[in-house]
């Protein structure tokens, strides 16, 4: 068997953890995706997968080994990319991470008219509000909103979201208009937990220049820009969002501003990319593409360390 080709099924059978999965992905037979696992454990004298009726995961070996893979599988796609004329005709896969409500509401309505100038890039787009690791994930690039901690990433700062504070017109006829930041005692939000600690976040407000934050009570909270939403306008509570996408929900008065003088701080829109991985010119474009998309002014910076703040989007 291929070697190049079992380490490319490995990598997607543990990215999917499923055979069934990646062989359907891969177009292949499924005896050949296992014949492939085999092969390569075979060849490395270590199992580098634990096997369920249910549910295929890395064993330690296979974890570490698993890295190396996407890391490989990645520079030889660069590799290779220089020399099949990819200025003049880009080709290959682009492998790309981005918010959900970004994603379906303004990049994935303009990708036709992308994939119509560049025929021969496959977008594989991963539509999530988890905070992947890209590097782990095989992902070459990514839309992050809101403060960027990771230093292995370079990022270009495309520019930010204003953020509103939203109530339903039912949930104002039950439980009132908070007026102030004190009368929030008296109201609950719609919870939204972080991906990676598990905790709601905190309400956030500006007030006389100072950067505030409480903690509210909730009734439900959820890990989905679009259930966010979606429990908002069903008057589960307050949200924090940006405020574009809601535009024709606050014209028809389903949803309706509150404490407009105490917002949250804007949210900064960033593309990254890993941190001294030369960039194929198949993802350069990309990237130059989702930049114009989203409005960028065209500088690119490392991210330095800060503390995070993470996004409802």
């Not at 025929?119 to 095989?138: E, F, K, N, Q």
């Not at 709601?200 to 909270?221: I, K």
């Amino acid at each position: 068997m291929d070697h190049l080709q079992a380490m490319r099924v490995f990598a997607r059978v543990a990215q999917l953890g499923s055979f069934s999965k990646a062989a359907e992905q891969l177009q292949l037979p499924r005896p050949t995706v296992s014949n492939a696992i085999q092969y390569l454990e075979a060849h490395l004298r270590v199992r580098l997968l634990h096997r369920t009726t249910r549910r295929v995961a890395l064993t330690p070996e296979g974890a570490a080994y698993h890295s190396r893979c996407i890391q490989v599988l990645a520079d030889l796609d660069d590799a290779e990319s220089l020399f099949a004329d990819a200025a003049a005709s880009p080709r290959g896969s682009v492998r790309v991470d981005l918010p959900e409500r970004l994603a379906l509401q303004t990049v994935i309505p303009a990708l036709p008219d992308f994939l119509a100038r560049y025929p021969d890039i496959h977008v594989v787009l991963s539509a999530t509000d988890r905070m992947i690791d890209l590097i782990a994930d095989g992902v070459d690039c990514a839309v992050r909103v809101g403060e960027l901690r990771d230093t292995t990433l370079v990022a270009r700062r495309l520019g930010a979201f204003e953020q509103i504070n939203c109530a339903s017109r039912g949930y104002i006829e039950r439980y009132g208009l908070p007026r102030t930041p004190d009368d929030l005692a008296d109201h609950q939000a719609v919870g939204f937990f972080s991906s990676r600690t598990g905790r709601d976040l905190v309400w956030e407000y500006e007030e006389d220049g100072q950067a505030r934050s409480l903690a509210m009570r909730s009734a439900v909270s959820v890990n989905s820009a679009h259930a966010y939403l979606a429990c908002c306008v069903a008057g589960l509570g307050l949200i924090q969002a940006p405020r574009a996408g809601m535009e024709t929900l606050l014209q028809s008065g389903e949803l309706i501003e509150v404490l407009p003088q105490w917002k949250a701080p804007p949210l900064p829109l960033s593309v990254v990319f890993p941190h001294g991985k030369h960039l194929a010119p198949r993802v350069r474009i990309f990237v130059d593409w989702v930049a114009k998309l989203l409005g960028e002014p065209d500088t690119a910076r490392a991210v330095r360390p800060r503390k995070a703040r993470a996004a409802r989007v």
